[in-house]
Antibody, heavy 119, light 108 residues
Framework: QLQLQESGPGLVKPSETLSLICSVS??????????WGWIRQPPGKGLEWIGSMYYSGTTYYNPSLKSRVTISIDTSKNQFSLNLSSVTAADTAIYYC???????????WGQGTQVTVSS | EIVLTQSPGTLSLSPGERATLSCRASQSVSSTYLAWYQQRPGQAPRLLIY???SRATGIPDRFSGSGSGTDFTLTISRLEPEDFAVYYC?????????FGQGTKVEIK
């Protein structure tokens, strides 16, 4: 059974970089069938796709965040990560990592991690 | 960007009743790339329907999806207590992948 687990600081200061890691177990992050993504949910609001990555390194970002987002993969650790730079209070949200099989929507999700941007 | 508009915002129903949720797209979406998720309080979203009408693994058959083009529907035939939650539609056929704003199904 595939499992995903987010980790990282729960509090980030304005203008700094938010960094999160998603650890994958029960399967290989190098699978040629899978895409790995990040989605966030501000308090009391809906879901926003941040971006996705293929194991080969190809990335796809939401244009609204593209200038600030980097998603990368570490196949040796079976992990992928999210960096979001120059954060503001508007970036306060629960951040989820998830897996998408080719041609399918996100079917495996992490439990989510709360990130608050505040000084 | 494809905007997905869900209606109603809130649906107040009793256990055993039928729920019909709508998702309307600002431009045509291939059925292949339309999904529905359920989110219970404090939990991550759970995939219910993919390809507009195919149930994900382990999803009860009281959940069904239909539609094409710009109009899609999620139907819950008989509401169980655990079905009271927020439901989101998503398109992932074009970038950016977008979600609807959600429909909350609450106990009447």
């Amino acid at each position: 059974q595939l499992q995903l687990q987010e980790s990282g600081p729960g509090l980030v200061k304005p203008s700094e970089t938010l960094s999160l890691i998603c650890s994958v177990s029960g399967g290989s992050i190098s699978s040629s069938s899978d895409y790995w993504g990040w989605i966030r949910q501000p308090p009391g609001k809906g879901l926003e796709w941040i971006g996705s990555m293929y194991y080969s390194g190809t990335t796809y970002y939401n244009p609204s965040l593209k200038s600030r987002v980097t998603i990368s993969i570490d196949t040796s650790k079976n992990q992928f990560s999210l960096n979001l730079s120059s954060v503001t209070a508007a970036d306060t949200a629960i951040y989820y990592c998830a897996r998408r099989y080719t041609g399918r929507p996100f079917d495996y999700w992490g439990q989510g991690t709360q990130v608050t941007v505040s000084s | 960007e494809i905007v997905l508009t869900q209606s109603p915002g809130t649906l107040s129903l009793s256990p055993g009743e039928r729920a019909t949720l709508s998702c309307r797209a600002s431009q045509s979406v291939s059925s292949t790339y339309l999904a529905w998720y359920q989110q219970r309080p404090g939990q991550a979203p759970r995939l219910l329907i993919y390809g507009a009408s195919s149930r994900a693994t382990g999803i009860p058959d009281r959940f069904s999806g239909s539609g094409s083009g710009t109009d899609f529907t999620l139907t819950i035939s008989r509401l169980e207590p655990e079905d009271f939650a927020v439901y989101y539609c998503q398109q992932f056929g074009s970038s950016p992948r977008t979600f609807g704003q959600g429909t909350k199904v609450e106990i009447k």
